[in-house]
């Protein structure tokens, strides 16, 4: 866990399905087709990859004219690509934004994510297509993000980045006595502490039963003396009242 960052720096696909990047097995298809494909970026994307920003999450009537518009304002723009339907020729809701100095894109980067356009808030990150080692995009099990709704969250991206890992200390589940033999003859022990000590209870109880039997015996006698004596007094009483 040395090498853990929240951000993925090499695209693996079993760890970006997990939230914080330890996953041992696939928890869905889409990671197993991730993990079988063998993608090849495509070669007629031109431009620098590390001056190119991925915006995203776009309204689908905003044009290039207006991503021009906002992103200027940033920098010097080389290129911009809205990502279209090649059948409708419908824009797809992203696009990518290529600068000509690295400032520009840097600034870009930090201030323009979460930027509200046409009503939609954008999201903005470097483009990884090109740049991150490994890289499967999401219509192949890959990619980072993704919402709930789907149930195939992708974890490492600046949207969604790792969470830090609990490491917790290995139990073998001692607390139902799968622990060690020493353990294991210690409760044993400990039960029969306790049974003993309930059979003497119980033996020391039977004893004591007919004592409290006498000494209740004992005391309603007791009561009946008392209340023969105060009797026979109020008889004498009576008596020389007379």
Request: no cysteine; hydrophobic share 30%.
């Amino acid at each position: 866990m040395n090498d853990w960052a929240p951000i993925a720096k090499e695209y693996d696909p079993l760890k970006a399905g997990s939230i914080d990047g330890t996953d041992e097995e696939p928890h869905d298809r889409a990671i197993w087709r991730a993990m079988l494909a063998r993608y090849v970026p495509n070669k007629g994307v031109t431009g620098d990859p590390h001056l190119t920003l991925f915006v995203a999450r776009l309204n689908l009537q905003t044009t290039e004219e207006k991503l021009k518009e906002v992103f200027s304002r940033y920098g010097d723009i080389r290129k911009i690509r809205l990502v279209r339907d090649l059948v409708t020729g419908f824009s797809k809701g992203y696009a990518f934004i290529e600068y000509k100095e690295e400032r520009a894109l840097l600034k870009a980067h930090r201030d323009a994510n979460r930027l509200v356009i046409d009503q939609h808030e954008i999201f903005v990150d470097f483009e990884l297509e090109r740049t991150l080692k490994g890289w499967i995009p999401r219509r192949l099990g890959g990619g980072f993000g993704g919402k709930k709704e789907s149930g195939q969250l992708r974890f490492g991206g600046r949207d969604r980045p790792f969470r830090k890992p609990i490491n917790l200390p290995t139990m073998k589940n001692d607390f139902y006595g799968e622990g060690s033999t020493e353990k294991r003859n210690w409760s044993r022990e400990g039960t029969r502490d306790w049974r003993t000590r309930d059979r003497d209870y119980e033996r020391n109880r039977d004893k004591r039963w007919p004592e409290r039997e006498r000494s209740w015996a004992w005391g309603e006698s007791e009561r009946e003396r008392d209340s023969k004596e105060d009797r026979s007094r109020g008889r004498e009483r009576k008596d020389r009242d007379r």
